[in-house]
């Protein structure tokens, strides 16, 4: 069903984003349910009214490789009455005692899918966002023939919801049809749910329904012999220490490139930044992995480091953009809720700011270099035939690699003070992330000792991210207040100077647990240093004064 309760409407009031309540019954025979509804006008203190029957048809959409499904979505386009409509409606319900999705939806001209590729409504956007160059294609046909009831108060003319009786055929595209079945589906038109749930219950138990086990979109699947592929997994990514170093970027890269496949779909959509979050960290490991094992990889991946340098750009821009109005939430909830409205004008513009960051991504990851460049990527660890290039061992390498990456944090983090400039911290910020990439890259190897210095190092980088992240979002808003955009009232700007004195606050808060950390991580250094040297061959150990 396709009203759902609404959560937000864009401007234009055909657009809808909100949530689609309803309780999904399976039904092998509707003519009881209809004699039973015209027996049942007023039932517990709700009406029953019947409405006209609507015919309607639908087609389901995806990429050939699944990116829809994979940001978590099922894309339909309706056509009922001579309107057509394009809805994303969320896979994953957030009840378990009822179906609870989000949707979005926005009217179309035409129910060709051509028509949402250029629309640049709420649907529209995020399907050309996640698509990419990828073309849609139809997965099935639905035609249903739906009555309908109004459900409402006996003392209110307001609707609370509707019953439909809904009969369904499944066919392929174009083709013959595959399955058939009838369902009783009762929906909310509001927030007020204990009366439907009521309903639901009686018509449960006097008509012996059971709830439906699947819905429409993985009934149609089933029915034409689809089932959505996951993102993309290559062969084992597993290490051990028998194997050639050259082995060990491989191996690594096939855990990361499956990551990337894994959250792409998500960081393009844009409904959970955590998406892009995770995309940007299989990003940076792909590049680290390249970067450190350089004489270990062929050649030609090498090549691909500067695209993947401004990819990893443009996410960062997109990424920062998430983080500052999370931040922002974050702070106006610190507010009285009379001063909250101060914020607004701000987070106009850093959304508008996130919508031209976004848009920058998306234009980045569809340019046909990176297109080129991951598909290589793709198919050099997709292959299981690699030439040697060298034969030397993980373990007589690895130590050296790791003992390297340490001194570079040791050299830095010594000469830190208190005085020191926002530029040196982060320096070492960078130091440290590359010694844990590198590290986790062998960690399975070497054990416990390695699992511990990893979680010291990433507490201490999380700190220091606090300090450069905080300091980051204050330099904004300073740079904002002395050149402030058209529209930033008076107390918008007085609230930006709070919220700057918050950020500097948590810096200073950071900083101040840094040592603390950094003594963690000498600690753990010293049994990881023991187990490298335990582990590596003979005549291999360094000398170096690491401490």
């Not at 997709?382 to 690699?401: I, M």
Request: charged share 30%; glycine share 6%; with cysteine.
């Amino acid at each position: 069903m396709s009203s759902g309760t609404p959560a937000t409407h864009a401007t234009d009031p055909g657009h809808k984003d909100g949530r689609e309540v309803e309780w999904q019954l399976a039904c092998t025979d509707l003519g009881p349910v209809r004699r039973w509804l015209s027996n049942h006008v007023r039932i517990g203190g709700l009406i029953l009214e019947p409405r006209s029957t609507q015919q309607i048809f639908d087609t389901y959409f995806d990429t050939e490789d699944w990116r829809i499904h994979r940001a978590g979505y099922a894309l339909r386009i309706r056509s009922e009455s001579g309107k057509s409509e394009a809805s994303l409606k969320s896979l994953h319900s957030a009840s378990e005692e009822f179906a609870d999705r989000r949707e979005l939806s926005e009217p179309l001209n035409t129910s060709e899918s051509v028509a949402i590729c250029r629309s640049g409504g709420p649907v529209g956007a995020r399907v050309h966002a996640v698509s990419g160059a990828h073309p849609l294609q139809p997965l099935f046909e639905v035609r249903t023939s739906r009555q309908r009831f109004a459900i409402r108060t006996e003392d209110e003319h307001r609707q609370l919801g509707e019953i439909a009786l809904d009969d369904t055929v499944i066919s392929r595209p174009h083709g013959e049809p595959r399955a058939s079945l009838q369902r009783v589906e009762v929906e909310a038109l509001g927030d007020v749910r204990e009366p439907l749930q009521a309903l639901v219950k009686t018509l449960r138990s006097d008509l012996a329904l059971e709830a439906a086990a699947d819905t429409k979109f993985s009934t149609g699947l089933k029915s034409v012999g689809l089932a959505p592929a996951p993102a993309p997994q290559f062969a084992s990514a597993s290490l051990s220490p028998g194997m050639r170093i050259d082995e060990v970027p491989i191996a690594n890269l096939r855990r990361h490139v499956s990551a990337w496949h894994q959250y792409e779909p998500g960081a393009r959509l844009g409904d959970d930044p955590e998406n892009l979050h995770d995309l940007r960290i299989a990003g940076r490991k792909v590049d680290a992995t390249l970067r450190e094992f350089r004489h270990y990889v062929p050649p030609a991946l090498l090549r691909i480091r500067p695209t993947l340098k401004a990819t990893l750009r443009a996410l960062g821009e997109a990424r920062d953009l998430d983080v500052a109005l999370s931040e922002l939430e974050s702070f106006e909830h610190e507010l009285p809720e009379a001063e909250r409205a101060g914020l607004e004008p701000l987070r106009r513009h850093l959304t508008l700011e996130r919508a031209h960051a976004r848009a920058r991504m998306i234009a980045q990851l569809d340019s046909p270099h990176v297109v080129k460049d991951l598909e290589a990527l793709t198919t050099a660890v997709t292959s299981t035939a690699h030439k040697a290039l060298s034969d030397e061992s993980v373990l007589a390498v690895a130590p050296g690699l790791i003992r390297a990456r340490y001194r570079k944090v040791r050299k830095g983090a010594d000469r830190l003070t208190s005085q020191s400039s926002m530029e040196a911290f982060h320096a070492v910020r960078g130091r440290v992330k590359k010694l844990r990439y590198v590290l986790e890259s062998v960690a399975v190897i070497y054990g416990k000792p390695a699992d511990e210095m990893l979680r010291a190092l990433r507490r201490w980088q999380e700190r220091l991210g606090l300090q450069q992240d905080a300091h980051v979002a204050s330099q904004r808003l300073q740079a904002l207040a002395a050149d402030p955009p058209p529209g930033l009232p008076p107390e918008t700007l007085f609230l930006m100077g709070r919220l700057a004195e918050h950020y500097s606050a948590t810096a200073n808060r950071a900083r101040k647990s840094l040592g603390k950390a950094r003594r963690k991580v000498r600690r753990r250094w010293k049994a990881l240093k023991s187990r490298l040297e335990e582990l590596e061959p003979p005549g291999d150990t360094s000398t170096s004064a690491d401490d």
